[in-house]
């Protein structure tokens, strides 16, 4: 895309408000199951518009080198690419989808969200952002589908936001990009935000975003191409873990997309490692072992890792109920998404599963 | 091991100086190939008494915690245990290796090495490291080979201590516990160290240590079992990847304990996000995909990492020449590690080169 893409999904967006559902989209494709991307970034007008306010500021964040290159006066062509398809919630994505035989985006505002704004700024724009998102879907409800913005600023008024994104906007989950303010979410003050979300029985998914300050030093200038994203949110979801939050919101479900972040990998270790619990007097005693969470409270999806050999260790370490399917449209190409998944070697029943039930269980999405 | 077990160990390494090597082990055991446990930790009096200064000072350093507690006045139960095996290099050790089956162990002076002292003790201390443990393998030719311990905070000197090593002392490869006052291998005052392994031909055990204090915000108080150790080498590495350290010396093999880090669990993504070169103006050109680096310039060890998934992943993705196994004794469990391979689900060919094939080609191993 380029950036008439920008124009004309604006103007998608206008020209199609309250337009019936589409209609054109078979509701049960011949291959028996449908493919439901579940990481899939969008964008709103007022969003952006306070991102190239941030872009415009000077500082060592590491994600503001990824805001400018976005939103910024000197933005990559990539980025701008990038933003025209993140705006673009109406026509020119369903085309995109229809081009790749996509059937549902679920649809999360792109990292880092809300959580670069000032708490009352973070409140108000999470609220538009997901009025935007829910208009979004209204257009296209066999096509869309969408996650909550959360402004974890304030925590409070974060968990009522998250009630009336599901009980009133009828969205079908959370996303949170990892820290907030280089605060991580087992923290107390942020639990009301976790106590929403079991409540609600929706899940969180745990967005990459960059390495916090405290941890960013041997990232800055080293160029390490996406694994600083999954140190960061790796990290984050291991202190809930070890914190015992899954003891204390037994049902919070927390998804990671990236295959997981490849924090299973590490589940053998870290069984083992817990299990020396006498070396550090610090480790909280848990009721599970690390693996056992992982399956329980934990699931993850294949967004920008199409590796057969990543997707098999992760069907056999956490369970085929636990892989769900993911692009990370418009930075990953949808085609080659789709193509991963339908040439993996895995049963019908395992891929009917990873490419649409699992999706539809965890987020109650209804295509129907 | 308890306490006695120190002075039992130390008396051991007196009494058996200048002892026979030991005729008791076959030399091609009935099974078809040796066990070769490929990073088993040591130490020496010399290096526990400065260690013992270390674990008496204050500091935020992470490394500092787990100096205190194996050396420091208050070390706890499991750190004193541990105490007692790491200085055992004698009969004690041997004993512990025919009570599992292991046939051969490839010592290393345990984390962080010399890499916590000033710069003129660091380098004198690896040079009495290096000379013990020569000594030791003297006594146990048939049991026991070593990697020298290097001091990179004198990179020039490091590389002579490093070529005496090999070619005086007959060791058979470095180890490096990854940063050295929070300053990593890729930056070129470390070069002569690289330039020097590629020359001799004998890899780098790059072991972990805990995250450098530019890395450690999110760690501290956080007990991520073995996680920290982890992503502080893995960064590493991927930092000697993407500045196209493997480009400048091409020979140059980094070995990675506990299943590589984990590192190649990422191959796919990170070739896809370094595919995106537009994105950040600072990647590097490299002349091969990051996932071709993995295979030609990293080989990786089974310690402390007990999965067969996690296994078969390694075998498929690097190869199964490039999988090593290792016990991480006193740290882990020697029968549990012996068990964990002789059941592995892979063919007696896959055993034997896992078991020690591999660790005699790359550490030039001749147990004949």
């Given at each position: ?12 967006l ?15 494709p011949?291959?028996g ?39 910024g ?14 705006l ?10 229809d ?13 880092p ?17 997901n ?19 959360v402004?974890p600023?304030?925590?409070v ?18 996303v ?16 009301p935000?976790l ?7 929706r ?5 990459p ?6 941890m ?19 990290t ?7 914190a ?20 299973h ?8 490692r ?12 848990l009721q599970?072992?690390?693996?056992e ?7 993850i ?6 590796s057969h050999?990543?997707l098999?260790?992760s069907?056999?370490?956490l ?10 449209y418009?930075y ?6 789709v ?28 295509i129907?």
């Amino acid at each position: 895309m380029d950036r008439r893409s920008v124009v004309s999904g604006m103007v998608g967006l206008g020209a199609l408000a309250g337009a019936a559902p589409a209609l054109s989209h078979a509701r049960t494709p011949p291959r028996g199951y449908p493919r439901i991307a579940t990481e899939e970034a969008c964008s709103f007008p007022e969003i952006v518009a306070e991102l190239k306010k941030v872009a415009a500021t000077t500082g060592t964040n590491l994600d503001l080198e990824m805001v400018q290159a976005i939103y910024g006066p000197q933005a990559v062509e990539v980025g701008t690419s990038a933003l025209a398809g993140l705006l673009d919630v109406g026509a020119g994505r369903i085309a995109a989808m229809d081009e790749a035989g996509v059937d549902v985006h679920l649809l999360s505002l792109t990292s880092p969200g809300v959580q670069m704004f000032s708490a009352d700024k973070a409140v108000a724009l999470a609220e538009i952002a997901n009025d935007r998102m829910a208009e979004a879907i209204a257009r296209y409800p066999d096509r869309l589908a969408g996650l909550a913005a959360v402004a974890p600023q304030e925590p409070v008024r974060a968990a009522k936001e998250m009630e009336r994104a599901i009980t009133r906007l009828k969205l079908n989950g959370f996303v949170i990009n990892s820290h907030t303010g280089n605060r991580y979410l087992d923290e107390p003050d942020f639990w009301p935000i976790l106590e929403a979300a079991e409540a609600l029985d929706r899940p969180i998914y745990l967005h990459p975003r960059a390495p916090s300050d405290g941890m960013a030093g041997p990232f800055r200038g080293a160029n390490l191409p996406g694994w600083g994203f999954g140190v960061e949110t790796g990290t984050h979801v291991l202190r809930l873990l070890f914190a015992g939050i899954f003891d204390r919101f037994p049902r919070l479900r927390i998804v990671l997309g990236h295959m997981g972040e490849g924090i299973h990998f590490w589940e053998a270790r870290l069984d083992r490692r817990y299990s020396f619990s006498s070396y550090a007097a610090g480790y909280r005693k848990l009721q599970l072992r690390p693996s056992e969470y992982m399956k329980r409270n934990i699931a993850i999806t294949t967004s920008g890792q199409e590796s057969h050999n990543a997707l098999d260790y992760s069907i056999r370490t956490l369970g085929v109920e636990n892989v769900m399917w993911a692009i990370d449209y418009p930075y990953e190409d949808s085609r080659s998404a789709v193509q991963f998944m339908e040439t993996a070697p895995v049963s019908h029943e395992q891929k009917a599963k990873i490419f649409g039930e699992n999706a539809q269980r965890f987020f109650h999405i209804d295509i129907s």
